[in-house]
């Protein structure tokens, strides 16, 4: 069982900054985030494979930037002009090695204000 331990989240003014970080306590595959805002469903924000193949949610695309350390097992999600539809809970993802398991961190609150 791999853990995930999310940490970064906050409260912002539209227009600035945060940096997401999450650490699995074991070697992963792909890692992500994911957004989960009030009375919606959770939504894929950004992903990336273990190679460095990015994927972006139309609605970041451009504004934030998702990376990896292989090394230490952790994905950052690098937030930038961020705007009050950001908001939400923000849920690190990870595929485990050789078993067909998701694994979710605890979440993360992201306030954005206008």
């Known amino acids: 069982q791999v853990q995930l331990v999310e940490s970064g989240g906050g409260l912002v003014q539209a227009g600035g900054s945060l940096l997401l970080s999450c650490e699995a306590s074991?070697?992963?595959?792909?890692m992500g985030w994911y957004r989960q805002a009030p009375g919606k469903q959770r939504d894929l924000v950004a992903s990336?494979?273990?190679?460095?193949?990015?994927t972006y949610a139309d609605s970041v695309t451009g504004r934030f930037t998702i990376s990896r350390d292989n090394a230490k097992n952790m994905v950052f999600l690098q937030m930038n002009t961020l705007k009050p539809e950001d908001t939400g809970v923000y849920y690190c993802?990870?595929?485990?090695?050789?078993?067909?398991?998701?694994?979710w961190g605890q979440g993360t609150q992201v306030t954005v204000s206008s």
């Open positions: 990336i494979t273990r190679g460095g193949t990015k």
């Open positions: 074991g070697r992963v595959l792909t």
């Open positions: 993802t990870a595929e485990g090695v050789g078993v067909p398991q998701r694994y």
